[in-house]
């Protein structure tokens, strides 16, 4: 039997053994609190964040004291949405939901705007979205569905030139292409360690603080900043510098090698299954992404005909029903090819066999679910 293929790395990411090696010491015997400021072992920490901090920063094209530590992606979205108190809020249908319910949940009048068929933003519909009482435009760098990479640039100079603050929620981009906040023009960027071979349960905000003010959205303590309260997680924040200097040396090797088994797996696939359509971009895409919709194929069926091979659906189960993808209905995908939509998140660590077995196994899983199919 094969081993199991994990191809789901939008969800996750397996902790680099590097990272892993980084954090131990912080489990054990360097244990103490940053806030701790009498004695050798808050030092010690305090130091470990302050290093973590500037890595951080550094492959952001941040300065380290604009990069506030939280516990993930979610929580940076929510104090970025939450925290700027904006009147009018102007963002996309294909957001995650980490930003679309801080949003509505703020009571803000708010602005959503429908992709393009191939998930990205029309700037002149951008442009026009804009109101005189508008205090925040937060679009997502990549997505996390179809992989679609914004125009992130432009996005942020036309936020320059109306003088309003820009959110970017870059859990997905972070670390897999290169980013700087600068010369795109971003004010606030939420991040995640664990979608980047970094530790689960924490990630971070980058504020541009001589453009921003936020009102906090934790209180006791004063902890980074004032802007988040809490105890540091050390192991946590030293395995996310760690996640990042990695990336900073090996990210474009290694985005050069996942879109060519991206483009092998894709290249299988097409030849041997009719049907199939591509959702998003193949031009602007994050280099692992592929999200594909099989005509005639239930998406839940196919998984659980490939149980080795850890894939995820186009779908999301509510209750008892199964709705469409948000993120697929927002670019037009049909209601029946949403339902046999796959997505495909290759990582790291995997290799060419794991591909082709993956691509096999797909496609003899397809052709047997089609011969089963009512005619």
Same mark, same amino acid.
Request: charged share 25%; glycine share 10%; proline share 5%.
């Given at each position: ?80 949405? +939450? =925290?700027? &108190? %904006? ?9 995650? /939901? $980490?930003?679309? *319910?801080?949003?509505? #949940? ?93 530790? +689960? =349960?924490? &990630? %971070? ?9 936020? /009102? $906090?959205?934790? *209180?006791?303590?004063? #902890? ?152």
């Amino acid at each position: 039997m094969h081993p199991p293929v994990y191809l789901d790395h939008h969800a996750t990411t397996p902790v680099d053994p590097r990272v892993l090696e980084a954090m131990l010491p912080w489990f054990g015997s360097k244990f103490g609190n940053a806030a701790s400021r009498a004695h050798r072992f808050g030092w010690e920490a305090e130091r470990a964040v302050d290093r973590a901090r500037r890595r951080v920063a550094e492959l952001a094209g941040a300065a380290a004291r604009d990069i506030v530590f939280t516990s993930g992606a979610t929580e940076s979205n929510n104090l970025a949405i +939450k =925290g700027i &108190g %904006a009147r009018h809020i102007v963002t996309m249908a294909t957001e995650h /939901k $980490a930003v679309l *319910d801080p949003v509505k #949940h703020l009571g803000a009048a708010a602005t959503i705007l429908a992709p393009r068929p191939d998930g990205r933003i029309d700037l002149e519909e951008l442009r026009a979205a804009i109101r005189t009482d508008t205090g925040l435009v937060s679009v997502m760098y990549a997505n996390n569905e179809i992989g679609t990479v914004q125009p992130v640039r432009e996005i942020g100079a036309i936020c320059r030139e109306r003088g309003i603050p820009f959110h970017c929620d870059a859990a997905q981009a972070f670390g897999k292409i290169s980013i700087d906040v600068d010369a795109e023009g971003i004010d606030l960027m939420s991040l995640s360690a664990h979608k980047m071979y970094g530790p +689960k =349960g924490v &990630g %971070a905000l980058y504020v541009r603080r001589r453009k921003v003010r936020l /009102k $906090a959205q934790m *209180d006791g303590g004063g #902890h980074e900043s004032g802007l988040r309260s809490g105890t540091l997680n050390v192991p946590g924040i030293v395995g996310f510098g760690e996640a990042c200097a990695i990336a900073g040396a090996e990210m474009a090797e290694e985005g050069g090698r996942l879109r060519k088994l991206r483009d092998r797996l894709l290249a299988a696939l097409q030849a041997g299954i009719d049907g199939l359509r591509v959702n998003g971009t193949m031009e602007h895409r994050l280099p692992g992404n592929l999200n594909l919709s099989f005509s005639g194929i239930d998406s839940e069926a196919l998984l659980m005909s490939i149980p080795e091979i850890a894939l995820s659906t186009g779908s999301a189960c509510s209750s008892a029903t199964v709705e469409p993808s948000h993120v697929l209905q927002a670019i037009g995908v049909p209601a029946d090819l949403a339902h046999g939509s796959i997505r495909f998140g290759l990582g790291r660590f995997n290799t060419e066999e794991e591909i082709d077995y993956a691509a096999l196994r797909v496609l003899e899983a397809v052709k047997r679910l089609r011969a089963l199919a009512p005619v």
